[in-house]
Each structure stands twice: as C-alpha cells, then as structure tokens.
C-alpha cells in the first residue's frame, strides 16, 4: 500500500509538467496563436483537451502518466470558463516494490477574460482566476488542500515587423500568483510564482501572409515551437520541505492545427532536477467546439 | 471520464454540417509572389465558404491608395473562391487585405503582398 503523502509528492512534480492546462487558438488579427502545452495560450474559445497527456518521471526511478481533460465554455465572446481535472498512473514505484497506482489529482475550474485585442498589432491578453479543489480526487492523488490562482496571459506575433523572415514568429506567455488555503494541509505552504514563455513559427502564416514556398500537406498545417516553464516559491515556509522548488522545464515540438482539432507533441527537457530527470513527452488532442458545433455547444451563452 | 461520456454523444448528435474558419489556401498571384505582368484579378481560395455580402478583397499600391475595382464576387459560384478586378498596374508592390465572414459567421481576416515587376 502506497504511502498517500509519497504518492502525492510524485504526482506533484509531475504536475510541473502539466500544471499549465493548454488551451486553444486564439485569433487576434490574422494571428492564431495555437494550444500550448506547457502554458495556456492567452485566448477564450470553445475548445476541449481530450487528453492532453505527458510522461515523466519526477524522481528519475519512477513513471508517471498525466491526462489532462478540459472543457472551455465561453460565456460572451470575452468571456469563459473552463472545468477540468487529470487522472495519474504512476509506474514502477521503485519506492513501494515497483507497485503501480492510479487515481485522479485535483479538479479545478477556471473563468477567464480576454481584455484586449489588438488585431494590427496581432496583440491579445487575458487575466484568469482560478480555483483548484484539493480534497476532489483519489486520496493520495488529491494535493490534500485548495489552492486560489491568479493569473496573467499575453500573445504578440512579429507580423507588423517590416522584415519578412520574423514575421511567422509569434511570442506567448503566462504568469501565475498560487495561493494555497490555510487549512490543515496548505497551512504550512506558501504562495508560489509559475508561469512560461513559448515562441512559435507559424508555416500557415508564413505562407499566408509573408510567401507561399510551396509547403503542402501536412507540414503546411505545422507550427514548430519551444516553450519554457518555470515555478518558484514567492515567499519560505517555516516548514522543513514544504517550499515550492524552482524548477525550469523545456518543450520542443510542434502543432498540427486542423478544421476540427489539433495535435501537438513535444519533448521534454528538465533544466534542473525539481523539474524532472531524463526526457519526457507531452501531447494533446484538442477539439474546437467553435468551429464543430458553431451553433450550439460552440458559441457564447450570450452575445453581450 | 464523465466530461467525455458527455461531450462524445453530443458531438455525434451533431448531424447538421459543420464549418470552420476561413483562411486563405491559396492566391493568385501567389503570396509573396513577384509577376512579369499586371494580374487581371486577385483571386483567394478560402479553407471554408465565404459570405460576399460581407467579404472584401482590397488592394493597395505603395502609396496606399486604393487600386482594385471594388467588385468582391465569387468565381464561378464556388463559395472558397472570392475575387476582385484589378485595372492595368503599373510595376510596384501591391499589398491585399482581406476581410471575410465564412458561411457559419465566423470573421477572418489577412493580407499579403505581390510585386508587379516586368
């Protein structure tokens, strides 16, 4: 029997891999800026992540699988709201004989504003609140306590430069303010910073909107991008153990956007031990509501 | 697991056709491109249906002035297929703007250049 405290600390630092949930396209001008794994990208959509996933291993002995599913539901056209949560299955424990477990972590739901959009400038930024519920999966997977997230989102594609190689490049990141309750478990952890940077190069606006060079296919739907994503503790605790790691993770990968869906797949690269030992993989499936059920599930409540 | 026992009956209750966004696909000229001589059209060929009614197609020389006929029509009936007239152009470089409302509302837009160079 897995000990829950030890299989939450795996399922913990996995989640330093997805504590990001990605999102969908968002559209500012002719820029799309698509779903991130990592990050979230700085839209509000009608989307879903059925799965979004990755594999790592937290402690270099250990694996562990995290599938993310996310519903995003847009209110108006600026605003939304999202519900999800992440079922994990932690492989070869080497700490409990080689054991495997499996359970759900924290559920979570989200609302969330775009603020501006700037389409000239292909410039779009939202701010988002979120709550995760601690005490809503599978004891051992759960964190155990709540945790409030403010958070920050911005897009700017290089589009209105005057210099045609650099306007494919889009850059987007995020910033996150964690507020973990004061109740019997988060009492002894303290506030955290996240947050990331990705940097993308668009082939469909490269030959959309800069020069047609002939790709077609599949490669022609690709966007090739490295993301980078980061935690660290805003403050100490006076509890041994209980201070958030600073950890740098790098992903490189791609997305193949499509009508209905997309599909990314990236590797993942610790930059330091808090984020992981050796390689891992993420990926996602993502559905865009929008687009397949414009009339109905993908459109706003409301148009105000 | 119960979002997807959810989302995956409503997806297939969704019979009624589905449509996306309209990007543009191709152009002729072709983005980018440099042609000997002056194009009689600008043509675009959208990834969805689009609107003419609400869709338009405007091309500018360097200046910024204004140079196509004003005239956004579909070529041949096809609904991916929008185009404008363009007079005579002299040599220079043409910037196309395009604003489009695919056939389920949803608004798009882009630009590109060509270059005229004989």
Redesign the interface.
């Known amino acids: 029997m897995p000990t829950p405290i030890r299989v939450a600390a795996l399922v913990a630092a996995a989640a330093l891999v997805t504590t990001h949930h990605a999102f969908a396209h968002a559209v500012a001008g002719p820029r799309i800026f698509v779903n991130t794994d990592l990050i979230d990208d700085p839209g509000v959509s009608d989307e879903a992540n059925l799965p979004l996933i990755s594999l790592s291993s937290p402690d270099g002995k250990s694996w562990v699988t995290d599938a993310n599913v996310e519903w995003d539901k847009t209110i108006t056209p600026n605003l939304g709201f999202a519900v999800g949560t992440d079922w994990n299955f932690i492989a070869r424990d080497m700490l409990d004989g080689g054991k495997t477990h499996a359970g759900f972590g924290d559920a979570y739901v989200q609302l969330k504003y775009r603020w501006i959009v700037l389409p000239e400038h292909e410039f779009i930024s939202s701010v988002q609140v979120s709550q995760a519920f601690g005490r809503a999966g599978t004891v051992g997977f759960e964190s155990g306590y709540d945790t409030t997230t403010l958070s920050g989102y911005f897009g700017k594609g290089l589009g209105d430069i005057p210099w045609a190689p650099i306007r494919p490049f889009a850059i987007t990141g995020e910033l996150d303010y964690n507020i973990p309750d004061t109740g019997p478990m988060g009492g002894g952890f303290t506030t955290s910073w996240s947050g990331g940077l990705t940097l993308q190069y668009s082939i469909p606006y490269l030959q959309s909107q800069v020069k047609n060079v002939g790709i077609i296919g599949f490669a022609a739907n690709l966007t090739p991008l490295v993301e980078l994503a980061w935690s660290s503790a805003a403050g100490s605790s006076a509890l041994p153990g209980f201070n958030t790691p600073t950890s740098f993770l790098l992903g490189t990968g791609a997305v193949w956007t499509g009508r209905y869906y997309a599909v990314s797949a990236e590797m993942l690269w610790p930059l330091n031990g808090a984020a992981g030992h050796g390689l891992g993989v993420i990926g996602q499936f993502h559905l865009y509501f929008d687009d397949l059920m414009p009339n109905t599930l993908g459109k706003p409540l409301t148009e105000w | 697991?119960r979002?997807?026992h959810l989302?995956l009956p409503?997806?297939l209750c969704?019979a009624?056709p589905?449509?996306?966004?309209a990007?543009?696909?191709?152009?002729s000229p072709?983005?980018?491109?440099d042609v000997p001589v002056s194009p009689p059209t600008v043509t675009i060929i959208f990834?969805?249906g689009v609107e003419p009614a609400f869709s338009v197609i405007e091309v500018q020389n360097a200046q910024g002035q204004r140079v196509d006929k004003a005239d956004p029509h579909l070529v041949n009936g096809e609904q991916t297929k929008l185009a404008v007239d363009l007079p005579k152009l002299p040599q220079g470089t043409y910037k196309v703007s395009w604003h489009v409302t695919s056939v389920?509302?949803?608004k798009?837009?882009?630009?590109?250049q060509f270059t005229v160079s004989p």
Do not use: C, Q, R, Y
Not at chain 2, 108 to 112: A, I
């Open positions: 697991m979002l997807t989302i409503a997806m969704a009624s589905a449509f996306a966004h990007f543009l696909k191709n152009a072709p983005v980018g491109s990834t969805e389920d509302t949803h798009t837009e882009g630009s590109f």
